[in-house]
Nanobody, 117 residues
Framework: QVQLVESGGGLVQAGGSLTLSCAASRSINSINAMGWYRQAPGKQRELVAGITTGGRTNYADSVKGRFTISRDNAKNTVYLQMNSLKPEDTAVYYC???????????WGQGTQVTVSS
């Protein structure tokens, strides 16, 4: 089973940027969907962004225009570029793989993103 390792989280001021990385332990060529969910304290886990093998992307309305997801199959890695960060983006961000963005097969361990005002 594929293992996922996230990195790139941290503390940033509002308006700043971070790039999250999710490295898979094996080839992701056959993994249809990958991406990121997030969970803030006291809230449900929500989809942030997903990308398919064909390059189709979808984003939560709250991050459209600010976040960009990409995947590098040669490096077995998915990235989430986050710009213009807001305090409400503060959450634990979880990488996932799955048959679709709503059909999760594997979660990463999560990485904390904290945006200060």
């Amino acid at each position: 089973q594929v293992q996922l390792v996230e990195s790139g989280g941290g503390l940033v001021q509002a308006g700043g940027s971070l790039t999250l990385s999710c490295a898979a332990s094996r080839s992701i060529n056959s993994i249809n969907a990958m991406g990121w969910y997030r969970q803030a304290p006291g809230k449900q886990r929500e989809l942030v962004a997903g990308i398919t093998t064909g390059g189709r992307t979808n984003y939560a309305d709250s991050v459209k225009g600010r976040f960009t997801i990409s995947r590098d199959n040669a490096k077995n890695t998915v990235y989430l570029q986050m710009n213009s960060l807001k305090p409400e983006d503060t959450a634990v961000y979880y990488c996932f793989t799955g048959a679709a963005v709503s059909v999760i097969g594997k979660w990463g361990q999560g990485t904390q993103v904290t945006v200060s005002s």
